[in-house]
């Protein structure tokens, strides 16, 4: 049981995805079609996680709308009084369709872009036309007055557009922009020898981001999320597990952070057999990293664990196999040298793309 009540809820309605890029944060084995759960299930989801006190529903995938109840399940959700944040590729969203969702409720629009170059741009989606169909969703969305915020993910690819990228959604109708660099697990780490940038191309994305704040803001906010293997300490990754978030995965399990499927030997409980609540307050998964007790040194006795708790676990898995190990973007971590020596390695312009088949290396232009 935790004094503790969830702000959000990340609702992964699907993996399927017209797009196949190589940084999908979805894990690398992902949920069928036949395995998703009906549209009965979510609408109950949505009124527990109101009940709860969840605030923010995002609805997720892969996709979102792939669901042909996609309109059905945004009503669902506003009628449970729950702020609806619609997360899409807009790759094959009609106007028409945004206007049913407007009209059954949604909030507001979080669209993903992926370059300013409109091949670079088709090339990191895998999909030919992407680009386009993204800035005419960006259009229809504005044009229907839904705020809208643009979502780039930062990689080796792309970080030299970073400037104009920002420029590129503002004069778009975005209110808000949000650049995040690549998170290195699932289909980030697969990637990681393609997508990690060098130190240098990091430190002038900074500068780069800076400069354009003080040309745009307040026009549009610019947020901006660093990347972990060129810090000195880690981010407090989901403001410390299973503290503010939740997230049910398309087949049900619910989830502390997006990619906890990855640490292996962890308990999801999933919404066939209990309640948000119940998951919330007693899984062993949600018990299992909060607070600070599970914490080894050097992390339990930091002035700074109850800033970052220890960081990133499924980081911490990824690199030292134990998920209570310290985050190796700590500079404390034994295991910090080993990150930043990745940082040095060689890179690789072989992709693997996001595919429900077995990944394989994508063939180069």
């Known amino acids: ?123 990191i989606a ?60 699932g289909w980030g780490l697969a990637n990681r020898a393609a997508l990690l940038p060098t130190e240098d191309q990091v430190e002038a994305a900074h500068a780069a981001v800076a400069n354009i704040r003080k040309e745009l803001e307040p026009g549009i906010l610019i947020d901006y999320v660093a990347p972990d293997h060129f810090s000195r300490y880690p981010k407090p990754c989901m403001n410390g597990w299973g503290r503010q978030s939740l997230n049910v995965t398309p087949r049900g399990r619910v989830l502390p952070c997006h990619a906890a499927e990855s640490i292996r030997g962890l308990i999801f409980w999933t919404v066939h057999e209990h309640s948000l609540r119940e998951i919330w307050n007693d899984s062993p998964a949600f018990i299992a990293f909060r607070g600070t007790e599970w914490m080894k040194e050097p992390c339990r006795s930091c002035p700074r664990k109850e800033i970052d708790f220890g960081g990133c676990r499924c980081q911490a898995f990824a690199w030292t196999g134990d998920a209570a190990s310290a985050d190796p973007a700590c500079e404390l971590s034994p295991y910090h040298a080993a990150l930043r020596e990745a940082v040095a390695a060689p890179r690789t312009d072989e992709i693997i793309y996001r595919r429900f088949s077995s990944p394989k290396p994508a063939p180069q232009e």
């Open 1 to 123: 049981m935790t004094d503790l009540l969830p702000l959000g809820l990340l609702a992964e309605l699907t993996h399927r995805c017209p797009l196949a890029c190589p940084y999908c944060s979805n894990p690398v084995e992902l949920d069928r079609r036949s395995d998703e759960l009906d549209t009965a299930t979510w609408l109950r989801i949505f009124d527990e996680a109101a009940e709860l006190g969840v605030l923010q529903l995002h609805l997720s995938g892969g996709e979102p709308t792939a669901r042909a109840d996609i309109v059905e399940l945004t009503r669902g959700a506003a009628q449970a009084g729950l702020y609806t944040n619609l997360i899409t590729s807009g790759v094959g969203l009609s106007k028409q369709r945004l206007e049913a969702l407007a009209e059954a409720g949604l909030d507001h629009v979080q669209l993903s872009w992926q370059d300013t170059d409109p091949a670079s741009a088709d090339k």
């Open 126 to 185: 895998g999909l030919d036309g992407a680009h386009r169909w993204k800035h005419e969703t960006a259009r229809a969305v504005v044009e229907l007055g839904l705020p809208l915020t643009i979502n780039v993910v930062i990689h080796r690819l792309n970080i030299a557009r970073v400037a104009d990228m920002i420029v590129a959604a503002y004069r778009a109708g975005a209110r808000r922009i949000e650049v995040a660099h690549t998170q290195y697990y």
